[in-house]
């Protein structure tokens, strides 16, 4: 990759600034995961109260990741009944009579 390619994005998680360096085609996507990891952290902020910011993104970060899992098992759980429905659809349409063309 040149440094063409190359996009600087800075970002700020609890009020502290940060600069990456990324893929031009990667910097929209990790302004967003900034600014939903900033809210994360936010919020655990406000819930525990006196928290430092070590255990604040500790705690997000198993928070965030406990989301991921369950994303994840979601979508097997999708994939699995897409696969049963096609073969349901695929037993269905070899059960048919054959079609004669006219």
Do not use: W
């Not at 406000?46 to 990741?65: F, P, Q, R, S, W």
């Amino acid at each position: 990759m040149s440094n063409t390619d190359q996009s600087t994005v800075e970002i700020s998680l609890l009020g502290k600034k940060y600069t990456f360096r990324c893929g031009e085609d990667e910097a929209e996507g990790l302004e967003r995961a900034a600014r939903y990891l900033d809210s994360a952290l936010a919020g655990v902020k406000e819930h525990t109260g006196v928290l430092g910011d070590d255990k604040v993104a500790l705690m997000t970060a198993l928070n965030i990741t406990h989301e991921l899992q369950r994303e994840i098992e979601h979508r097997h759980s999708l994939e699995k009944e897409v696969e049963q429905l096609t073969q349901r659809i695929d037993s269905a349409l070899s059960a048919l009579p054959p079609q004669r063309d006219n």
